[in-house]
């Protein structure tokens, strides 16, 4: 597997991986995805569900403010969380209480509406960014 300066690596089987969590072959861009997620009820940064696949779909969110995790926000990495609990908004925490969303107030929680999907992105270390759908 050959690797280049921007964190490029191919291997034999003509699969490219550009980063830790994405595989590229050629025709094809497979993400890591789960459906049937709950939200943690503690709704604190270390009790919520922790966001380990790139498309995160949340079908329980028993209560306003049930709370997911976001890894470290480093360099390239993102994720996409969807809330189709059918009542309640919840929140999405930064990994730690360093980390920022939208360059907040750090530690501070992202509030996700139901029938919403966001998209994090992270392009400095340390300040997730978002898209919000319509």
Not at 6 to 13: E, H, L, M, P
Not at 30 to 50: E, N, V, Y
Not at 78 to 102: C, E, K, L, Y
Request: net charge neutral; glycine share 8%.
């Amino acid at each position: 597997m050959a690797i280049t300066a921007n964190r490029r690596a191919t291997a034999a089987d003509g699969t490219v991986s550009l980063f830790q969590d994405q595989v590229f072959k050629p025709g094809f861009i497979d993400l890591s995805a789960t459906d049937g997620l709950t939200a943690g009820a503690t709704q604190t940064i270390a009790g919520g569900t922790a966001l380990i696949y790139q498309l995160n779909r949340f079908t329980t969110v028993t209560s306003s403010g049930d709370a997911a995790t976001l890894p470290l926000a480093k360099q390239g990495r993102w994720r996409v969380v969807t809330n189709v609990s059918g009542s309640n908004a919840m929140a999405i925490f930064p990994a730690n209480a360093t980390d920022q969303i939208n360059a907040v107030t750090a530690g501070s929680s992202y509030s996700l509406s139901d029938t919403k999907t966001v998209i994090f992105f992270c392009m400095v270390d340390g300040i997730w960014n978002t898209v919000l759908t319509a």
